[in-house]
């Protein structure tokens, strides 16, 4: 199946397929009608989505890809803030210690 059968996945509507297989002519020609109702192939049109249809591709592709980028930058972004929180708490506590032996110098220095 491809991304043009599926169903968009933000929405969950179905794509629209042109053009199905059936009828003896391949799934996305673009088909146009003549005056006395005779289907014919417009060759341009078919191009033209053809590249529309390869250009959509690489961009679902490239947007997949960010996502997956992104969820990998959230993720470091998360634990570089855990490590950051885990160090300041580190920091006050070698902070209180320090303070802590300063004032009992200060009282030996007092009392000799």
């Not at 491809?2 to 088909?31: C, D, F, L, Q, W």
Request: hydrophobic share 35%; proline share 3%; no cysteine.
């Amino acid at each position: 199946m491809s991304r043009m059968e599926g169903s968009y996945p933000s929405t969950g509507r179905r794509a629209k397929t042109i053009g199905s297989g059936r009828h003896g002519r391949p799934k996305g020609m673009i088909v146009g009608r003549l005056n006395n109702g005779v289907k014919r192939v417009e060759p341009t049109q078919e191009n033209d989505l053809q590249r529309l249809m390869s250009r959509f591709e690489v961009l679902i592709d490239r947007v997949e890809q960010l996502k997956r980028r992104n969820a990998l930058l959230m993720a470091q972004e998360k634990s570089w803030r855990e490590e950051r929180a885990h160090l300041i708490e580190k920091n006050e506590i070698a902070k209180r210690k320090v303070e802590s032996m300063i004032v009992r110098l200060k009282a030996l220095e007092q009392d000799s």
